[in-house]
Nanobody, 124 residues
Framework: QVQLVESGGGLVQAGGSLRLSCAAS????????MGWFRQAPGKEREVVAAIKWNGGSTYYADSVKGRFTISRDNAKNTMYLQMNTLKPEDTAVYFCAAKQWQWVVTTAPEYDYWGQGTQVTVSS
């Protein structure tokens, strides 16, 4: 069983940057496809970005393309989300997720493990 812990959220002004981290333990990190999701109040959880087990393939939601970068360091059992040029509409709780699978996974129901989430608030 994999445990996931997100960190790096906070309050930032529009146009600013944040870097989220997702630390994994209890499993073989390199055997998991990983993803970042977010959920704003009153809205459904949506995919932000996803990454293949070895980082060789990635997926981004249209709303974050060109602004966010997903990456992973299998030696450190950690996944990252670099968020630049943040907008107020990026405000949400951000979750990381893991699935024991080699390819990119982009839908929430497919993921097996979830972190507790970290709040990102972007002020205008």
């Amino acid at each position: 069983q994999v445990q996931l812990v997100e960190s790096g959220g906070g309050l930032v002004q529009a146009g600013g940057s944040l870097r989220l981290s997702c630390a994994a333990s209890g499993g073989t990190f390199r055997s998991y496809a990983m993803g970042w999701f977010r959920q704003a109040p009153g809205k459904e959880r949506e995919v932000v970005a996803a990454i293949k087990w070895n980082g060789g393939s990635t997926y981004y939601a249209d709303s974050v393309k060109g602004r966010f970068t997903i990456s992973r360091d299998n030696a450190k059992n950690t996944m990252y989300l670099q968020m630049n040029t943040l907008k107020p509409e990026d405000t949400a709780v951000y979750f990381c997720a893991a699935k024991q699978w080699q390819w990119v996974v982009t839908t929430a129901p497919e993921y097996d493990y979830w972190g507790q989430g970290t709040q990102v608030t972007v002020s205008s």
